[in-house]
């Protein structure tokens, strides 16, 4: 018993001790690249690519915006990366750049007509908001079908009366399993202010959908 708990805090430290080392070789490519090395920013890049590409496709529902978005992140990034303190993780800091540009972009658009039914977790993976049966068996329940039709377009309706900045942190809260303390950071807030945002936000879903329970 006691030689397992010995393992498993060895595990523990050696994941830790990994986490440590990303984060050193990470913050000596920030530095080489404030010091003007392309290749030591491409490099970030690579690394967050992907990342960066599924947030801005999730949180505007848009291949097109999201791609532009990406794009416009990083030359962003490259413009100003020598702006970046060691404050918070590279990470944190593309985020927050990433989202304040869905948020300029979702208060353009003022609306989303996109459907929220399926959303996209942080691995890439779908995930069915109204955990419906798949299309070749709906034909078997039409009147089941037609429930996950109409709760689809409240869930649509409800999403779409929230402010912007209201369904970016519910977004990123429950989508995305971001803690609170980075999703303030990312939206140059405070972390109260975002769980004072994520209420009103839930508060305003819950109205929305009681009469549907």
Aim: proline share 1%.
């Amino acid at each position: 018993m006691g030689g397992s708990n010995r393992e498993t805090g060895r595990e523990k430290a050696n994941r830790t001790q990994d986490r440590l080392q990303v984060r050193a070789e990470e913050m000596d490519l920030i530095r080489e690249a404030q010091g003007g090395s392309r290749a030591a920013f491409d490099a970030l890049v690579h690394h967050y690519e992907h990342q960066v590409l599924r947030l801005a496709l999730h949180l505007t529902g848009s291949e097109h915006d999201a791609e532009d978005i990406y794009q416009e992140a990083f030359l962003k990034a490259y413009r100003y990366i020598g702006n970046f303190r060691f404050e918070c993780s590279f990470y944190t800091w593309i985020y927050r750049i990433v989202t304040n540009l869905c948020l300029d972009q979702l208060r353009r658009r003022k609306t989303r007509r996109e459907d929220h039914a399926v959303v996209v977790d942080r691995s890439g993976d779908e995930i069915d908001m109204l955990a419906t049966v798949s299309d070749n068996r709906s034909f078997s329940n039409p009147a089941r079908e037609l429930d996950r039709k109409v709760l689809g377009e409240r869930i649509q309706e409800a999403l779409g009366k929230l402010t912007p900045r209201e369904r970016m942190v519910f977004e990123l809260k429950h989508y995305q399993g971001l803690r609170l303390r980075t999703i303030g950071e990312m939206l140059n807030t405070t972390e109260e202010t975002a769980k004072n945002t994520l209420f009103r936000a839930t508060k305003k879903l819950r109205a929305q959908l009681a009469e549907l329970r």
